[in-house]
């Protein structure tokens, strides 16, 4: 916790829906949960300009550590993280809102190494992901064999990097866009499979490589998102969830997930120089 303060300093970097959500939150609610909003930094500055008070807008994210923050949380694009996660874990706890950037192999090393040597903990939330702990959980324990997770939304929901999503129409009903591992998706739908990404963390013996998953678009999802996780462990044990989130038309995130983040902000606290899921 920063020096003369009863409260964590909380940073938050990236001003779209959950960023606001965040912002507000803390604005709100913050002070009898013991936080405080220390910065808010976004891309696009002007986007700031009459929202927030003047000294709450960073307008250089590289001026970070003139904040003093606690924890810095990053909700906007996974190359935030790249360009900045090393330097965020040198002088706070990070949570990465964007844990598909993870999928880079060198990138993970990189951040964990950092949280290692500077005694910071790099927070992974679990957002759309039901049931992580438990994953978890079964992979700590060596039983863990298989995951897979399929995540079907409406076209309008997808923000993909190459073209497989083009020339959609209304009525075309279900189209599997993609089946692979995570590595593979992560690339390809940066925005949209942070939940998968979690999994992968959950699921550390398996991997960005090791867990399976498949991006649907479905023209009938109008109201909600769908996540199916499949686990398989030994002798034949299965667990299978599906979560329907509400979301409206051409949103990324869930409705659920925003408070799922809130939540998991709560718990950032510090657990030592480590990767921890929340």
Known sequence: MAAGSSLLRIGVVGYGHLGQYLVERILKDGAALGLTLAFVWN???TKLTGLL???LILSELSRFADRSCDVIVEVCHPQIVKEFGQH?????HFMVGSPSALSDPDLNMRLRQAAQQYGRTLYVPTGALWGGQDIQRLNDSGALKALFIRMSKHPSCFRLTGDVLSGWTE???RRVLFRGSVAELCPLAPNNVNTMAAAA???GTLGFTGVQGEIVSDTALSDFHVVEVEVTGPDGFTVHTVRRNPARLGAVTGNATYNSFWNSLLTC???GGRVYLC
């Open 171 to 173: 009525g075309e009903g």
């Open 53 to 55: 008070p003047d000294e």
């Open 43 to 45: 891309r696009n500055p």
């Open 269 to 271: 606290k510090g657990h």
């Open 88 to 92: 965020f874990l040198s002088q706070s």
């Open 201 to 203: 963390v959950a699921a």
